[in-house]
């Protein structure tokens, strides 16, 4: 298997801009994970799916974020609009059934936002 | 609320040397207990996770962990590491509910390898 794949790997928009950040799952996941990673706050949760359902959407911090999952193998993460605050590394992890199933993550996008 | 704590930012070991990174966790019942690794400008990887069982845990590139409930803490530990193991060290908890639930992740130990 491939991993978990998310595109693109860097991302410089400006200020007021849309972003839509992409995941792709392994396959046979059965959740998926957003998660972003800043110096100040290091990684937070953002929100989670099972079986493309939405189970906990606490750690999105605002309205403009906004996640979704359309199909198994397929997820996105929007921003709209983008402000400079939201510049950090985003993560999409993948896990089987349970918590003791290991969490893979994916390579991460960087976002800048100008 | 769950929380992790890893006291140490950085830390500075000889090649060669010991390891032990520390973490304290927070939670209200039975947690699952992880160790990833990041190195730069990569995605985590799982070095170990502690979900029951024996409390000494083993992992990969030959790192260990002891779950030590009394003491709230789930410190990592080489006995020698190489200049290869110079990475970011998060330490997490999970719930151990049914289904899978997102970690909590520490802040992170940066750990720098001294020829």
């Known amino acids: 298997d491939a991993g978990v794949i998310q595109s693109p790997r860097h991302e410089v928009t400006e200020m007021g801009q849309e972003v839509t950040l992409r995941c792709k799952p392994i396959?046979?996941?059965?959740?998926l994970f957003w998660y972003r990673q800043t110096m100040m706050r290091g990684l937070e949760l953002l929100i989670y799916f099972n079986n493309n359902v939405p189970i906990d959407d606490s750690g999105m911090p605002e309205d403009r974020f906004s996640a979704k999952m359309p199909n198994a193998s397929f997820s996105t993460l929007k921003i709209q609009p983008s402000e400079p605050r939201d510049s950090a590394v985003y993560f999409c992890a993948s896990s089987f059934k349970t918590t003791a199933d290991t969490q893979y993550f994916g390579p991460g996008t960087r976002l800048t936002v100008l | 609320a769950q929380s992790v704590t890893q006291p140490d930012i950085h830390i500075t070991v000889s090649e060669g040397a010991s390891l032990e990174l520390r973490c304290n966790y927070s939670y209200g019942a039975t947690p699952y207990l992880f160790w990833y690794v990041q190195s730069p400008g990569q995605g985590l990887q799982l070095l170990l996770k502690?979900?029951?069982?024996?409390?000494l845990v083993q992992g990969i590139k030959g790192f260990e962990a002891e779950f030590k409930r009394s003491q709230s803490s789930f410190n990592l530990r080489k006995p020698s590491v190489h200049w290869s193991d110079a990475a970011e060290y998060f330490c997490?908890?999970?719930?151990?509910?049914?289904?899978?639930?997102?970690?909590?992740f520490g802040k992170g130990t940066h750990l720098i390898i001294q020829p």
């Open positions: 396959s046979g996941h059965d959740y």
């Open positions: 997490a908890v999970g719930g151990s509910g049914g289904g899978a639930d997102g970690l909590t």
């Open positions: 502690y979900f029951s069982g024996d409390t």
